[in-house]
């Protein structure tokens, strides 16, 4: 299987700052990488597929880039709204696996 | 709008068994893979299974291989995740969601709101 290791696991931050998160693979999965978002009591949205192709409607302060065995997600001044957790997941192959999240706090 | 709803959750004791539903809507269902996605409470996510468009394709990872079952009715818009000989460690919320293609799953959208599985006796 594939593991994916995102970092740091936590990570405070304050309005208008820009933050990065890193998600890496224990072998190259190409671009075949997802980022999502998470609120508490919510399912998770896609924001990124394909490393680096923005969702429709997803703002465009979230930008995604890697590839092989190493992505980044980056958000760019950060929003009240865009305090919550994300993950990554491949799908390059069977089993997808997801990333263990990073849950992104107010400082 | 593209929708996807579960239920079929709730309390079942350690070996017995639950089938989860998930009725789709918003887009042509039989045109699409679909998944099935669980989220232990305060953790993170696992993949738990796929299924192609027609149903004639399906994945399962191997802590469920054996014991769950994916399965599709492409004439009713409904996804459906047939799990028997449950374990306390299959306590979780069930997500269901849609995958972009076909053949298979890759990533998820949208995801519903999910359906909580417990496990215990």
């Known amino acids: 299987d594939i593991q994916m290791t995102q970092s740091p696991s936590t990570l405070s931050a304050s309005v208008g700052d820009r933050v990065t998160i890193t998600c890496r693979a224990s072998?190259?999965?190409?671009?075949?990488l997802a980022w999502y978002q998470q609120k508490p009591g919510k399912a998770p949205k896609l924001l990124i597929y394909?490393?680096?192709y923005l969702e429709s409607g997803v703002p465009s302060r979230f930008s995604g880039s890697g590839s092989g065995t190493e992505f980044t997600l980056t958000i760019r001044s950060l929003q009240p709204d865009d305090f919550a957790t994300y993950y990554c997941?491949?799908?390059?192959?069977?089993?997808?696996?997801f990333g263990q999240g990073t849950k992104l706090e107010i400082k | 709008e593209v929708q996807v709803l579960e239920s079929g959750g709730g309390l079942v004791q350690p070996g017995g068994s639950l089938r989860l539903s998930c009725a789709a809507s918003?887009?042509?269902?039989?045109?699409?893979?679909m998944g099935w996605v669980r989220q232990t409470p305060g953790t993170g996510l696992e993949w738990v299974s796929s299924?192609?468009?027609?149903?004639?394709?399906?994945y399962y990872a191997d802590p469920v291989k054996g014991r769950f079952t994916i399965s599709r009715d492409n004439s009713k818009n409904m996804l459906y995740l047939q799990m028997n000989s449950l374990r306390v460690e299959d306590t979780a919320v069930y997500f269901c969601?849609?995958?972009?293609?076909?053949?298979?799953?890759?990533?998820?959208?949208?995801w519903g709101q999910g359906t909580l599985v417990t496990v215990s006796s």
């Open positions: 394909k490393a680096s």
């Open positions: 969601a849609k995958g972009p293609y076909s053949d298979s799953s890759e990533w998820f959208d949208p």
């Open positions: 299924i192609s468009g027609s149903g004639a394709r399906t």
């Open positions: 997941q491949q799908y390059k192959s069977y089993p997808y696996t």
């Open positions: 918003g887009f042509t269902f039989s045109g699409y893979a």
């Open positions: 072998q190259s999965i190409s671009s075949w």
